[in-house]
């Protein structure tokens, strides 16, 4: 069983949708979750950070953590045709601890 | 602050040839880290350092080397390569101590080996 998975999609919707993202993960020891979006032939750019359970609001973007599902969802409402891109979800068990990424949802919105 | 840089962008090599991957950064970070990149793969752990003359293997290590000599830089040693390692190779870095503990990735370096 891997550590963390994360449908690949991939994923398309009309500008303006609600895009919800989501992975599951086995380890229940893992403390923090991140959301990383990644531009073609780009480097993988941090997007949210949540620690522990609850939620977490940035702008158009809204992490969620449920602990007791072992599940966490990223939220992008009015998606804009900017959005296009595949995005990341990754978890830690501490501070200094290895990262487990997600494989990636490639997500493109459409005009 | 450039952030974190890898060179070069692109490479092809022959099998059996040797190269060395160069990562920088400029946020005195003390961990660093290399991850592989294949498609509908994710992020592979190659190998990481949490501090100068301190290297570990991650998830991949197999076919490949680290050093750390200074808190910057952290090269990717690659010795005979083979066509299993064309990938997208990633250099990212943290530090730990502060409140989001987030890795920087740099841009990438993406290699072929024929």
């Known amino acids: 069983q891997k550590e963390v998975e994360q449908d690949p999609g991939p994923l398309s919707v009309p500008e303006g949708a609600i895009v919800s993202l989501n992975c599951t993960y086995s380890n229940s020891a893992f403390q923090y979750f991140m959301w990383y979006r990644q531009y073609s032939r780009k480097g993988p750019e941090l997007l949210m950070y949540?620690?522990?359970?609850g939620n977490k609001e940035d702008g158009r973007f809204t992490a969620q953590v449920d602990k007791s599902s072992k599940y966490i969802s990223l939220f992008i409402r009015d998606s804009q045709p900017s959005d296009s891109a595949t995005y990341l979800c990754a978890m830690s068990e501490g501070t200094g601890n290895q990262f487990y990424f997600g494989t990636g949802t490639s997500l493109t919105v459409i005009p | 602050n450039a952030g974190v840089t890898q060179t070069p962008k692109f490479r092809i090599l022959k099998i059996g040839q040797s190269m060395t991957l160069q990562c920088t950064q400029d946020?005195?970070?003390?961990?660093m880290y290399w991850y592989r990149q294949d498609p509908g793969m994710g992020l592979k752990l190659i190998y990481y350092s949490v501090g100068a003359g301190i290297t570990d293997k991650g998830e991949v290590p197999n076919g490949y080397n680290v050093s750390r000599s200074t808190t910057e830089d952290f090269p990717l040693r690659l010795e005979l390569a083979a066509p299993s390692q064309t990938s997208v190779y990633f250099c990212a870095s943290t530090k730990p101590e502060t409140s989001t503990d987030t890795q920087y990735f740099g841009p990438g370096t993406r290699l072929t080996v024929l």
């Open positions: 949540t620690y522990s359970s």
């Open positions: 946020m005195n970070h003390n961990y």
